[in-house]
């Protein structure tokens, strides 16, 4: 070979990516008399620590016939990938994520309400969930031969709810009762037994507080209180009547509330429409034809887009997102429509506002009465019983002070939250009319005059409106 008047590392640079899986070979300043053996090579690759997953056939290749090479970086040596460890999971018996609880709907296309429940039923002592143990992982190894750690899968636990149980292992979940298996917040695992009625809920009834779900296979008469701790589900009607339920509500009729009416879910509620009713939903609320004078707070959102989808009148809530085919009328009924942040929140805040005023007011009385006895006692005139007042006096303005500070910071903490409403938006499909007030967190948007197909949302720091697409 030619004498090199340089050394080789003048000619060929060896380098290694960040995650030191791979080794790099560039070949930059040789000319076309430039020669240089595998043995020259694999030294040079040596003196860079490249221990591991080294490449000697093509090292060999380079040796033979260098000038291909030039100017390109070749990767020469490829290190073992650690592998992350593989998360537990839970695996049921039961697809939680579906959408269940729907009516039958015939060949012909009508719907069947009296099919309409498809409950997770279990016996007692069958298996409701297995538990599969997550994995290490496996190290890997850098091209300089050192161990590449990785991280262990992280183990999942099971949730544990009413009449449910584990082995001693705690792989494997059980049913102590026979019942229907339900997932509440939390995802917690619950078995409840279910309250049929095949009729309505009247005085051959009674008011109804059950562990389980129930199924109203008629109407819930005025009056009348249903509360479950899993789910109920109405094909009739409900009329000026309480329905509370940990899970979801589905009313197939729909509710005719007479301003007495009161549904309140912890999960999602449907109903064909609402007129006159308050109703609180955790999750979703879904009406397919309208919501009129009416009351509703949805922490996340409210979907009226069937093909009536009207709302009107009334003050409606949600957390992220209202979407209606019409809201409003042609006689500029109000209507309020509020996004952004979640309607508990909202409500307590103005709760919180008041209590604040009646602590500042009661303040204001205690500060006057101590400024008197602290008179008193600079003039010698306080008797034991004004000093055991004067004591107390103190004691409660501190505690009013604590109580009045601790007020502020939650309001503080909400007002945040209104300002973090990027997200909400009210989406129109058809029509909004004029009378219509829509607030998004902080800010408000009066509509006057009737707009079309419209999506409002919060953008630097007003209401804009955008073609609904």
């Not at 960040?18 to 930059?28: E, R, W």
């Not at 050192?146 to 183990?155: D, H, I, P, Q, R």
């Not at 429509?337 to 103005?350: S, T, Y």
């Amino acid at each position: 070979m030619l004498e090199r008047n340089m050394p080789l590392d003048f000619y060929i640079s060896i380098s290694i990516s960040d995650d030191k899986l791979t080794a790099y070979l560039l070949i930059n300043n040789a000319d076309n008399d430039f020669q240089v053996t595998a043995g020259q090579l694999e030294e040079l690759v040596q003196t860079n620590h490249i221990v591991h997953g080294l490449n000697r056939p093509l090292l060999a290749q380079i040796a033979a016939n260098p000038k291909p090479f030039y100017h390109q970086k070749v990767a020469i040596a490829t290190g073992t990938k650690a592998i992350e460890g593989q998360s537990g999971y839970i695996k049921f018996i039961f697809d939680f994520d579906e959408d269940e609880k729907k009516p039958l709907e015939l060949d012909d296309g009508r719907v069947n309400y009296k099919e309409v429940v498809s409950l997770h039923n279990v016996r007692k002592g069958q298996l409701i969930g297995q538990r599969f143990l997550a994995t290490e992982g496996t190290p890997g190894r850098a091209v300089t031969g050192e161990t590449l750690f990785t991280k262990a899968g992280k183990e999942a636990r099971f949730k544990l709810g009413k009449n449910v149980v584990t082995d001693a292992e705690q792989m494997g979940l059980y049913s102590t009762i026979d019942g229907m298996v339900v997932r509440t917040d939390r995802d917690k695992i619950n078995v409840f037994p279910v309250y049929e009625v095949n009729g309505n809920v009247d005085y051959n009834i009674g008011n109804i507080d059950f562990i389980g779900t129930v199924v109203i296979r008629g109407n819930v008469l005025p009056g009348f209180k249903i509360r479950a701790a899993g789910d109920i589900r109405v094909t009739g009607g409900v009329e000026a009547a309480e329905l509370e339920a940990e899970g979801s509500i589905e009313i197939s009729a729909g509710i005719v509330g007479q301003n007495k009416a009161h549904v309140k879910a912890g999960k999602n509620v449907k109903s064909s429409f609402i007129q006159d009713a308050i109703v609180e939903v955790t999750g979703e609320l879904t009406v397919s034809q309208s919501i009129m004078h009416s009351t509703i707070r949805a922490g996340k959102a409210v979907n009226c887009n069937g093909s009536k989808g009207l709302i009107v009148g009334g003050t409606i809530q949600a957390g992220e997102r209202v979407t209606a085919r019409t809201i409003g009328n042609s006689m500029s009924t109000n209507t309020i429509v509020e996004v952004g942040v979640l309607p508990e929140l909202r409500n307590e805040m103005i709760d919180l506002r008041n209590q604040l005023k009646v602590y500042m007011e009661n303040m204001d009385k205690t500060d006057k009465a101590l400024t008197l006895l602290n008179q008193l006692a600079a003039a010698g005139q306080l008797s034991p019983d004004k000093v055991a007042m004067r004591i107390k006096l103190t004691h409660t303005k501190k505690q009013a002070l604590e109580e009045q500070n601790a007020i502020k910071e939650r309001i503080l903490e909400i007002e945040k939250s209104l300002e973090d409403s990027e997200k909400a938006k009210v989406e129109v499909l058809s029509t909004i009319y004029g009378g219509t007030k829509i607030v998004i967190g902080r800010y408000t948007k009066f509509v006057k005059d009737p707009t079309n197909r419209m999506t409002f949302r919060l953008s630097e720091g007003d209401i804009s409106m955008s073609a609904y697409v």
